[in-house]
C-alpha cells in the first residue's frame, strides 16, 4: 500500500473520531468521493451528507468513545482494510471490528464495516 493510501486511510479513520462538525466536513470531501457508499449491518448511507450525519448521531449516543486503531492498515490493488475498537479511554475495546475500503482516484468510494460478533 503506498505512503498516499495509507494517508488517507488515516484520515478516514480520524474522521470518525473528530468532534468539530465543520472541520469534519472539510475532512468528509477530501477523503470520500462525493457519491461515497457506506455499508454496515444497521444501515446503509450515500453520500456526503448522510455520512456526516451518520457521525454526529454515533458521537451524540456515544460522547465518550472514540476509535482507535487495533492493528496496521493494509492494502492492495485499491482495497484497503483496518481493524478497530471503538470505546472510552479505560475501556477501549468495547466494540470492535473491519472497514474495508474500495478506492477510486485517490479517494474512498466505498467502506464496508463489519463488527465482531460479541
Same mark, same amino acid.
Do not use: C
Given at each position: 500500500?503506498?505512503?498516499?493510501?495509507?494517508?488517507?486511510?488515516?484520515?478516514? #479513520?480520524?474522521?470518525?473520531?473528530?468532534?468539530?462538525?465543520?472541520?469534519?466536513?472539510? %475532512?468528509?470531501?477530501?477523503?470520500? =468521493?462525493? @457519491?461515497?457508499?457506506? =455499508?454496515?449491518?444497521?444501515?446503509?448511507?450515500?453520500?456526503?451528507?448522510? %455520512?456526516?450525519?451518520? !457521525?454526529?448521531?454515533?458521537?451524540?449516543?456515544?460522547?465518550?468513545?472514540?476509535? *482507535? %486503531?487495533?492493528?496496521? !492498515?493494509?492494502?492492495?490493488?485499491?482495497?484497503?482494510?483496518?481493524?478497530?475498537?471503538?470505546?472510552?479511554?479505560?475501556?477501549?475495546?468495547?466494540?470492535?471490528?473491519? @472497514?474495508?475500503?474500495?478506492?477510486?482516484?485517490?479517494?474512498? *468510494?466505498?467502506?464496508? !464495516? #463489519?463488527?465482531?460478533?460479541?
Amino acid at each position: 500500500m503506498e505512503f498516499r493510501e495509507q494517508q488517507l486511510i488515516k484520515k478516514h #479513520f480520524a474522521i470518525w473520531s473528530e468532534r468539530d462538525a465543520a472541520k469534519r466536513a472539510t %475532512l468528509i470531501t477530501e477523503v470520500y =468521493t462525493d @457519491d461515497v457508499e457506506i =455499508t454496515d449491518p444497521h444501515f446503509v448511507v450515500h453520500g456526503h451528507g448522510d %455520512l456526516q450525519q451518520l !457521525i454526529t448521531n454515533l458521537q451524540a449516543k456515544f460522547p465518550e468513545r472514540a476509535f *482507535r %486503531l487495533r492493528r496496521p !492498515i493494509e492494502g492492495h490493488h485499491n482495497v484497503a482494510r483496518l481493524f478497530w475498537q471503538f470505546g472510552t479511554a479505560d475501556m477501549p475495546a468495547q466494540e470492535t471490528g473491519q @472497514d474495508v475500503f474500495v478506492l477510486e482516484n485517490g479517494k474512498i *468510494r466505498q467502506l464496508l !464495516i #463489519f463488527i465482531d460478533a460479541r
